[in-house]
């Protein structure tokens, strides 16, 4: 049993796994709060888990790690951005149905549904690139992620946005750098039915929208179109054969981890407190093409079970690391080692790639 547990989750997961226990059971002696450390790598998990993925149907189609996931992120931005701008108009019709109190919830919820009609046709398009490409698709998508931030840092700039807590002083015109979504929908998912044991906070909302989530990508790739996907990955040209249209299916991945995207930074920001533009969606795509990939995934093939695990080891090891060295060391370097440590992760999980047959 030990020797099938140890070939399904492979050693490289073992040992990072074993690394993150021992911070965890290294941290009361250096004076570090487990609970306080637990409870920021479940918030960091439930931040992240909906745009790591965002890199599953994409992967599974053949298309490559997801580097365009800053493309969804975009989308995701601007159905943030207009739910704030919409604000009055919103909290007007929720008052008048005799809903005022859902508020915030109205304003997710219009985020959501500005985001995601954005980003399929977004996704529409950049399948239809990666459709020409084949074959350099991870090469073209970092390029479509990096060059789509660069063009919005002009757009945020231009966009007629008129509420008083985006803009740029009384009276300007572009956007902040930092928008607080507080006093909108902050804490909309984390703080639902949120348990709070002896100081160990489990945001169990963000967790059930993320397990949500999960459960209907499960069932979608359970369907003919997502067996049909599946099978596109593994053998396009077996899959063209038998009278698949490999095209097709392409892009339906590409649309998927798209709206995925864009959905995965809303979930993010109503945690974080903030929405962050210009440059804020540029190394996004790293962090969750790392995560999926320390969770056992390859270029070709990742399943739910990876996003879970490799989130959570990902998280948990840039939570945990920076505090437990800076106690340790007695020095405050913890975005240092936050940067060195996320960093070395990435490259690792990178240099870590294969494509496996299925």
Known sequence: MLKKFIDAAGWPRIIIGLFLFSLFCTAPFVGVSVSTSLSNTLERFGMN???????????????????????????????????????????????????????????????????????????????????????????????????????????????????????????GSGLRTTITVGGFWYHILSGFLAIDIKGLIIPTGMFLFFGAICYLVWLFMRTKTGTAMTAVGSNSEFARASGIDVDHMRITSVVISTVLGAVGILVYEQSFGFIQLYMGPFYMALPAVASILLGGASVNKASIWNVIVGTFLFQGILTMTPSVINNVLQTDMSEVIRIIVSNGMILYALTRKVQVKR
């Open 49 to 171: 888990g909906v745009m790591v993925l965002a890199m599953v149907p994409m992967v599974q189609t053949g298309c490559g790690l997801n580097f365009g996931l800053p493309l969804g992120i975009i989308a995701g931005l601007l159905g943030a951005t207009l739910s704030i701008e919409l604000h009055g108009s919103i909290s007007a019709a929720l008052s008048a149905l005799g809903l005022g109190g859902a508020a915030s919830f109205g304003m997710f919820v219009t985020a959501l549904c500005i985001a995601i009609p954005i980003a399929a046709v977004l996704g529409y398009f950049y399948g239809q690139l990666l459709n020409r490409v084949k074959g350099d698709e991870m090469m073209i998508a970092t390029y479509v992620g990096f060059s789509s931030v660069a063009f919005m840092c002009i757009a945020w700039l231009l966009l007629p946005y008129r509420s008083p807590t985006m803009i740029w002083g009384y009276g």
